[in-house]
């Protein structure tokens, strides 16, 4: 029964990314991150081997660094900038939704040719861990504002945590909390960056720190 | 006798339920506006205000601006026909009935759509157009929620994509049915003109797509359009509940009030969208579209590697 559950919430999450590819409002983009990180971090209950030490500390740690701190930072650089949407730089906004599905059929396709030494609890978690983690490589590379860039990057953080699931296991606790830290601490960097893009010239569209200034 | 009692009281739910379902998503969003609204049975008085009137026709107006209301009217009403909904099962089922059910609401498209131009105005010619652009778009979405559900069901009739042996496969299924049944609701607000894509409250002529082509239309063929979008919102509807809750007890009563009860419930959806969310520009609704058909593809793809 709870194979379903996690099918779900694989379906889910993957259903949250794409809508993350449609919307431009940078303040919907954040929201609909914490809102997959919320299913993320329960989707170890559904794991089988009841409730341990493990789960908990996981599933806590995703709460409060990726539900909680990671929107909120973003939430305060949302508001410090005070931009509210971002343009898609290179496609627009059905040209990256079409990318987006092709993205999805070619994870079908790759974890169909992957060989694992196990087999992983349900068959849709290998294409929704690449799924998520593409359509977070493209969010970074079809958008301009460092924000969504982040949030790209976050994307496909949590595409690595549905790819570590199937290790959960055996990887140690330590492991996953120096990756928590990581997370945390680049995404507090990079919200200094785009405080510091912002406060040097007056926007933050990074596409126009290539072009040379005398 | 009994096909025909059934077949009667489909056609009752049809004409009599579908106007009801307008009048809760109006007073949904008057709920939500901290309005009282309209009474529940507006539509009704509306349909009925307007069958008693006279039409206009202008002179440049042909026949075909005449038999558009009817043509609507009726293709809506038979397409009814092709789907099982709360416990009746569909009188007419054969093989690829999908396509008929979907054409059957593109040909009554495609004669307002014509009565629109008839009219030689360009307001209409504008909503004309946005229509069939908007239309031929979902069409593609549609045709690919109806291919998962055919590979899920291995059949291509409606009635057994949509029938009872759901909850025996839900393990295998449920994941395609949650992407489908997304990607449907999305193309059901895209057909039913609602808003995110159409506001059906607003008269500014500039904004509108469905609204703008009956602009000219009065009298009863104005009544017959209104009652025909209630029983299409009505059939579409009804497609959808059936889809997401196969609930079945082989008791008619008890049947019926659940599918009732659940389509009253998609029009308290529908009205709190309505509430919630504002009209999409006009060069963002393909992209609505666009993510409805990323759904619907990912809906097909799973279906195909747990079915086949």
């Keep these: 029964m709870n194979t379903v559950w996690i099918d779900m919430a694989l379906a889910v999450v993957v259903i949250l990314a794409i809508g993350l590819l449609g919307t431009s409002r940078l303040g919907s983009i954040v929201r609909l991150f914490a809102l997959q990180s919320f299913i993320l971090a329960f989707l170890p209950f559904l794991l089988e081997g009841g409730i341990g030490i493990h789960k908990v500390v996981i599933a806590t740690g995703t709460l409060i660094v990726k539900v909680i701190a990671i929107p909120a930072i973003l939430f305060w650089a949302v508001r410090h900038v005070s931009i509210r949407r971002d343009t898609p730089a290179i496609f627009g906004g059905s040209a990256s939704l079409l990318v987006g599905g092709f ?112 | 006798m009994i096909p025909f009692i059934s077949v009667l009281s489909r056609l009752a739910a049809c004409l009599l339920f579908s106007p009801f379902l307008l009048g809760v998503i109006g007073k949904t969003k008057a709920f939500f506006a901290g309005r009282k609204g309209p009474p529940l049975l507006q539509p009704y008085y509306d349909i009925l205000k307007l069958i008693q009137k006279g039409s206009v026709y202008s002179v440049t107006t042909t026949w075909i601006f005449r038999a558009a209301p009817l043509i ?172 997401l809750i196969p609930f079945q007890s082989h008791n008619r009563i008890i049947d019926a009030t659940v599918f009732l009860a659940a389509m009253i419930g998609l029009a308290v959806i529908i009205g709190i969208v309505e509430s919630v969310m504002a009209r999409l520009r006009l060069n963002r609704i393909p992209s609505f579209i666009t993510g409805a058909f990323v759904l619907a593809l990912f809906g097909l793809i799973i279906a195909i590697m747990r079915v086949l």
């Design chain 2, 72 to 243: 609507f009217f009726a293709t809506t009403l038979i397409a009814s026909f092709l789907i099982p909904f709360g416990g009746l099962k569909a009188p007419v089922q054969f093989w690829g009935d999908a396509l008929l059910f979907t054409y059957l609401f593109g040909l009554g498209r495609f004669f307002i759509i014509l009565a629109a131009m008839d009219t030689g105005s360009s307001f209409e010619g504008m909503g004309a157009s946005r229509e069939a652009i908007f239309s031929c778009l979902s069409e593609i979405v549609l045709f690919l929620n109806f291919a998962a559900l055919a590979v899920l069901s291995k059949s291509f009739s409606l009635s057994q994509m949509i029938g009872e042996s759901w909850w025996a496969s839900w393990t295998v299924s449920g994941p395609s049915l949650i992407l489908v049944g997304a990607s449907y609701f999305m193309i059901l607000l895209v057909e039913n003109s609602r808003i995110p894509i159409d506001d059906p409250a607003t008269h500014l002529e500039l904004t509108m797509i469905h609204e703008v082509m009956v602009l000219d239309h009065s009298g009863p063929d104005l009544a017959f359009i209104l009652h025909g979008a209630a029983i299409k919102l009505f059939v579409q509807g009804s497609f959808f509940v059936t889809l």
């Design chain 1, 103 to 214: 993205l999805i059929g070619l994870s079908f396709f790759l974890s169909s040719r992957l060989v694992l030494s196990g087999k992983p609890f349900s068959d849709l978690l290998i294409p929704s861990a690449f799924s998520t983690l593409f359509i977070g490589f493209l969010v970074i590379i079809s958008r301009v504002k460092a924000i969504t860039q982040v949030v790209g990057y976050l994307i496909m953080e949590n595409g690595i945590f549905l790819f570590a699931l199937l290790l959960f296991e055996t990887t140690p606790l330590l492991v996953e909390l120096g990756i928590f830290l990581d997370i945390f601490v680049g995404v507090f960097v990079m919200g200094i960056i785009i405080n510091h893009i912002q406060n040097e010239f007056d926007h933050m569209d990074i596409s126009q720190l290539t072009s040379l200034k005398e």
